[in-house]
């Protein structure tokens, strides 16, 4: 599996093109989260960095296990054209809109509703293989965009805030997310 410290032209455009990715995370114990994102949510700032807008969800279990351990993975896998997978490993931190960094990062994002976090990942190795084994599949359609989005924009920023306190202040495994300041 050929390697890199970091994203060169080729493997920035690769992950351009794909409309999903995979973020991976795990504290150093409980479970190992594994979920899928996607929209209009990811840009590389540079060849040793990326950032992601994490919107609201029914967990937060990323948020929690960086602040015990910064170690975070992305997946991205080709589902139409040439097969290829590529992972990018690194150190991140989360960003919450309580952030002095927050309005300088929004920036690089749409305006979404129910917008939780950014993620900045900085990378310390890539790595990519063939990716034959993943299906070629077509895309159709964002649901983000006609139900998750719409769903947080009706609630209103106080509904999306009481939302927070109801669903993301703790992982599945009891521990802290840190979406309000006092949550730290």
Known sequence: MPTAKKLNCTLRSFIERQKLFFVATAARDGRVNLSPKGMDTLHIVDD???????????????????????????????????????????????????????????????????????????????????????????????RAEDELEPYYRDMGTEGVEDYWRRKNTQSIDGKPTGIFADDV
């Open 48 to 142: 040793n960095r990326i950032i992601w807008l994490n919107l609201s969800g029914s967990g937060n279990e990323t948020a929690a296990h960086l602040l015990e351990t910064p170690r975070m993975t992305l997946m991205f896998c080709a589902f139409e054209g040439d097969a290829m997978i590529l992972r990018a490993y690194g150190s991140a931190k989360a960003l919450h809109p309580r952030d002095t960094d927050w309005s300088e990062y929004r920036g690089y994002f749409p305006d979404l509703a129910g917008s939780r976090q950014i993620f900045d990942l900085e990378i310390d190795l890539v790595q990519t293989s063939c990716g034959t084994g993943v299906p070629v599949m077509r895309f159709e359609k964002s």
